[in-house]
């Protein structure tokens, strides 16, 4: 088996590490998602990750909360899940690193852009958490700036719908699945790909998004090996 990319961002919301369940972290999960990517790393890509903290908590769901507290607290879930998906890496003997864009040195280091790209050369998984360390940024955001930061060929956008649509599939059972999309099409049509301020980074860096599901974790594998799962995003025209 012969990878496409050589060095890619996966982004995994916090949703989907909860499984079936709505909250919390579902072990089963976790170790399925683990398996498909050390199989990536064995192959020789270069993994970074992005994870989301929905799963235990969204800063918009802080009613009545101060906007920046809420985002902190968003902020520290991804930790949660970081270090979750760290440990059950590690437990199959890959080699893996997590940074964090606020410090909290006895428990992962600090962001550093070099470090992390040596990691990554070293064969190392490097996990982002924290976001971008700033409130009123998405994890979406997040995986859009560290992509560029760190020269992914692409993101592998795992969310628990297995790509794009133009309506909300759960409540249209007749709502039609994309292939491909441009980035302006995910702007103008409003779809719930990326925020638009991640979506817009994406297009500035010319930086290929492929939307895909994690109900089935080997998906991980077939998109890295090339197979057309999912919906792409890129710039209008290019092949």
Same mark, same amino acid.
């Given at each position: 088996?012969?990878?496409?990319?050589?060095?890619?961002?996966?982004? #995994?919301? +916090?949703?989907?590490?909860?499984?079936?369940?709505?909250?919390?972290?579902?072990?089963?999960?976790?170790?399925?998602?683990?398996?498909? #990517?050390?199989?990536?790393?064995?192959? %020789?890509?270069?993994?970074?990750?992005?994870?989301?903290?929905?799963?235990?908590? !969204?800063? &918009?769901? %802080?009613?009545?909360?101060? !906007?920046?507290t809420a985002d902190h607290m968003?902020?520290?879930?991804?930790?949660?899940?970081?270090?979750?998906?760290?440990?059950?890496?590690?437990? !199959?003997?890959?080699?893996?690193?997590?940074? /964090?864009?606020?410090?909290? &040195?006895? @428990?992962?280091?600090?962001?550093? &852009?070099?470090?992390?790209?040596?990691?990554?050369?070293?064969? &190392?998984i490097v996990i982002f958490a924290? %976001?971008?360390?700033?409130?009123?940024?998405?994890?979406?955001? /997040?995986?859009?700036? !560290?992509?560029?930061?760190?020269?992914?060929?692409?993101?592998?956008?795992?969310?628990?719908?297995?790509?794009?649509?133009?309506?909300?599939?759960?409540?249209?059972?007749?709502?039609?699945?994309?292939?491909?999309?441009?980035?302006?099409?995910?702007?103008?049509? %409003?779809?719930?790909?990326?925020?638009?301020?991640?979506?817009?980074?994406?297009?500035?860096?010319? #930086?290929?998004?492929?939307?895909?599901?994690?109900?089935?974790?080997?998906? @991980?594998?077939?998109? #890295?090996?090339?197979?057309?799962?999912? /919906?792409?995003?890129?710039?209008? +025209?290019?092949?």
């Open positions: 088996m012969v990878p496409k990319y050589k060095r890619v961002m996966l982004k #995994i919301s +916090g949703e989907a590490l909860a499984g079936q369940e709505r909250f919390g972290l579902d072990p089963h999960t976790i170790n399925a998602i683990s398996q498909q #990517i050390h199989k990536c790393v064995q192959l %020789g890509v270069q993994i970074a990750i992005v994870v989301g903290g929905g799963n235990f908590w !969204r800063g &918009r769901s %802080g009613e009545g909360m101060d !906007r920046t968003g902020m520290l879930a991804t930790v949660i899940n970081a270090l979750a998906l760290q440990d059950a890496l590690e437990s !199959r003997g890959v080699p893996t690193r997590v940074q /964090t864009a606020i410090e909290m &040195r006895q @428990i992962a280091e600090p962001y550093i &852009r070099r470090k992390a790209v040596r990691h990554l050369e070293k064969g &190392r924290c %976001g971008t360390g700033n409130p009123f940024f998405s994890t979406d955001t /997040t995986a859009a700036l !560290r992509a560029a930061e760190i020269d992914a060929e692409i993101i592998l956008l795992a969310k628990k719908v297995d790509g794009v649509y133009d309506s909300d599939p759960k409540e249209n059972p007749n709502a039609t699945k994309f292939e491909e999309l441009s980035y302006i099409d995910i702007l103008k049509q %409003g779809l719930g790909v990326m925020d638009s301020t991640a979506t817009s980074l994406c297009m500035d860096n010319n #930086i290929p998004i492929i939307v895909f599901g994690l109900s089935q974790p080997e998906n @991980i594998l077939k998109v #890295i090996l090339g197979e057309k799962i999912g /919906t792409l995003v890129k710039e209008e +025209g290019k092949k």
